[in-house]
């Protein structure tokens, strides 16, 4: 590789502050910036919008039973669900924007969003 020998120090300078520039720009540009609340969402209708800021529990009520969500500091996720395969409860914490975890057969939803609207391939 002869051309390493051409790259002086000052190159080496910007080639590391481009890297760094780039990594720290992925949290704020390509995943939607930051989250800061979540929507609970029963029946297709807004229950709740909690600060990500808080630490708090909520039951909400659905057709099947009783969906128990807990939202912590920068996270939120569905604790327990009477959805006979629990896909809503395996998606665990959820804590970037756009992230969402619907339990269909109850009619509750949990969604993480951010400042900016998050577009993924079907909405865009």
Same mark, same amino acid.
């Given at each position: ?16 502050? #481009?890297?760094?520039?780039?990594? &720290? &720009?992925?949290?704020? %540009? ?11 969402? /029963?029946? $297709?209708?807004? %229950? ?8 708090? /529990? %909520?039951?909400? &009520? $659905?057709?099947? $039973? ?16 009477? &959805?006979?395969? /629990? ?26 969003? $951010? ?5 993924? #391939?079907? #909405?865009?």
């Amino acid at each position: 590789m002869p051309w390493l020998a051409l790259i002086r120090p000052g190159d080496w300078l910007i080639i590391v502050l #481009s890297l760094l520039a780039v990594g &720290s &720009s992925i949290p704020v %540009f390509w995943q939607g910036g930051l989250a800061d609340r979540a929507i609970i969402r /029963q029946e $297709g209708r807004v %229950f709740a919008e909690i600060d990500l800021k808080a630490r708090k /529990q %909520f039951e909400i &009520s $659905g057709p099947l $039973g009783t969906t128990l969500i807990a939202v912590e500091p920068g996270r939120a996720r569905i604790v327990a669900d009477p &959805s006979p395969r /629990q896909y809503c409860v395996r998606q665990g914490w959820l804590m970037r924007p756009g992230e969402i975890a619907i339990c269909a057969p109850n009619r509750v939803s949990l969604q993480i969003a $951010g400042r900016t609207k998050v577009y993924d #391939s079907i #909405s865009y």
